[in-house]
């Protein structure tokens, strides 16, 4: 993660946008995770497993930040994803969920009566991870602090580098065409 270097005052509509963005973060981590055990090929689990451990990288960062602590940006955060959607370190992500957010269980879905597809839930990331940007596009022009914006500007390429693994993904299975 990012070492410390600033303290800042955040203006109320500020920690508001900073709430959204931590609400959007836990929402990807729940969704992922769920998506996680649900999917079926492997490589598509990777992909999930690595974008969650990344949004809780960002949710980590969004709970520094609204305590008023800017972290520095010269180390880097995640440093992205290679392509597969493996973690840049090579470790799996871990299964706490230490946000307190809950997964169902695969099992449980069939007694729900409960079916999704890997393209569904390929789709539904995507466009999650669409809004998402668009989110911290529109939150890095009210911040008034140029280090905060650059922050949330990382995450904001992140977001995208999600979205891409999800699109390669998807055009490498044939379920999505760009025509």
Do not use: W
């Not at 597969?84 to 695969?106: D, M, V």
């Not at 911040?143 to 977001?159: A, C, G, P, T, W």
């Amino acid at each position: 993660m990012f070492d410390m270097i600033t303290n800042i005052n955040l203006t109320t509509k500020e920690t508001f946008l900073l709430e959204d963005m931590k609400s959007h973060e836990e929402q990807c981590i729940l969704k992922y995770d769920n998506y996680h055990n649900l999917a079926s090929d492997p490589q598509l689990k990777a992909v999930f497993r690595s974008n969650a451990q990344i949004e809780r990288e960002h949710l980590e960062t969004i709970n520094q930040l609204l305590a008023g602590k800017v972290p520095n940006m010269s180390g880097g955060q995640s440093g992205g994803q290679q392509s597969g959607g493996q973690q840049s370190s090579g470790q799996q992500a871990p299964q706490q969920k230490s946000s307190g957010l809950t997964t169902f269980a695969q099992e449980s879905t069939s007694s729900l009566g409960f079916n999704i597809s890997d393209k569904d839930m390929c789709t539904d990331m995507l466009s999650m991870e669409k809004y998402v940007s668009g989110a911290y596009d529109t939150a890095i022009f009210e911040f008034k602090d140029s280090q905060v914006r650059d922050v949330l500007n990382h995450i904001q390429k992140e977001e995208q580098k999600h979205g891409q693994a999800i699109t390669s993904y998807m055009i490498n299975k044939g379920m999505y065409t760009l025509k």
